[in-house]
């Protein structure tokens, strides 16, 4: 028991795979009420049903049962949740930004992404030093790509570590972080990524920064212009995400196989990295 315990408090686990010592880490936040996670009107609610609870409910099933003829009396703990599709680490869907994608054809739901896009190699870029709600442009972009020596592949996976991630379940969290422009978007999208990702609550700039400049400009083309990016060439973004800072800037693989739920715009991940030791 003290083994698992141990291993839910880590953030990533070792274990052997193929003779090489492999580092799992979780990237994915916990599904938690009672945190600030998400604007007041999305807050997940969640109702724990004790084993006592359970065991009322096996006695209905099986005519003539008692509770105190179970073990201890205890039945099956089970949980209740009313959430979102967008309630933690999650992958928005392309229909989530727009009804369409690659200039005209109906966006996919989260059913229909290809599951190949999900699994991959991944790359980090660290905007943990762009001020709370500013927007990253192609040329940030440009230049961590340049500083940590990596140039784009189809498919890699890019993961953006933003100073939000540092403040999730904290009241400032739907403030903090920077976000992903329109031309930063379509930086990564005209290289061949088809999933990114980001720490923050939103892959676009937080909606109060934006709000602001939506107020000094009345452009509402910056309204959520890197998800509307999809509107040009369809992509996924996981969004919630953590741990990114454990992450190096290449060298890892990433899974964020989504929940596959009929005609969503989102699906829940437990989005994780691979690391070979050997190579980091």
């Known amino acids: 028991m003290q083994i698992i315990d141990n291993i839910v408090k880590m953030p990533f686990v070792k274990s052997i795979r193929g003779g090489r010592l492999v580092r799992v880490i979780d990237l994915s936040v916990c599904?938690?009420?009672?945190?600030?996670?998400d604007p007041p009107a999305m807050l997940p609610e969640i109702e724990y049903?004790?084993?006592?609870?359970?065991?009322?409910?096996?006695?209905?099933?099986?005519?003539?049962?008692?509770?105190?003829?179970?073990?201890?009396?205890?039945?099956?703990?089970?949980?209740?949740?009313?959430?979102?599709?967008?309630?933690?680490?999650?992958?928005?869907?392309?229909?989530?930004?727009?009804?369409?994608?690659?200039?005209?054809?109906?966006?996919?739901?989260?059913?229909?992404?290809?599951?190949?896009w999900c699994i991959g190699h991944g790359v980090k870029l660290d905007f943990r030093n762009l001020p709370d709600g500013a927007l990253a442009t192609a040329k940030d972009v440009a230049a961590e790509l340049e500083r940590i020596g990596h140039e784009l592949q189809p498919f890699d996976i890019v993961l953006i570590n933003t100073a939000a991630g540092a403040a999730y379940g904290t009241p400032r969290y739907l403030a903090s972080g920077c976000g992903m422009g329109r031309e930063a978007t379509l930086y990564l999208l005209e290289r061949g990524v088809r999933v990114c990702g980001t720490d923050g609550w939103s892959w676009d700039a937080p909606f109060g920064a934006t709000a602001r400049s939506f107020a000094e400009t009345s452009d509402p083309s910056i309204i959520w212009e890197g998800h509307k990016a999809s509107r040009e060439i369809g992509?996924?973004?996981?969004?919630?995400?953590?741990?990114?800072?454990?992450?190096?800037?290449t060298?890892?693989?990433?899974?964020?196989?989504?929940?596959?739920?009929?005609?969503a715009s989102a699906g829940w991940t437990r989005a994780v990295a691979f690391l070979d030791d050997a190579a980091n």
């Open 49 to 116: 049903r004790p084993h006592s609870a359970g065991a009322e409910e096996f006695v209905g099933m099986f005519p003539g049962l008692r509770p105190e003829d179970l073990p201890e009396g205890q039945g099956a703990a089970i949980e209740w949740l009313r959430v979102t599709t967008h309630n933690g680490t999650h992958i928005d869907a392309p229909w989530h930004f727009h009804s369409t994608m690659n200039g005209g054809e109906r966006a996919w739901t989260i059913d229909e992404v290809p599951l190949e």
């Open 235 to 249: 992509y996924c973004h996981i969004e919630k995400l953590c741990n990114l800072e454990l992450l190096p800037p």
């Open 31 to 37: 599904l938690e009420a009672g945190i600030a996670s």
């Open 251 to 263: 060298g890892f693989r990433v899974s964020c196989l989504p929940v596959k739920i009929k005609g």
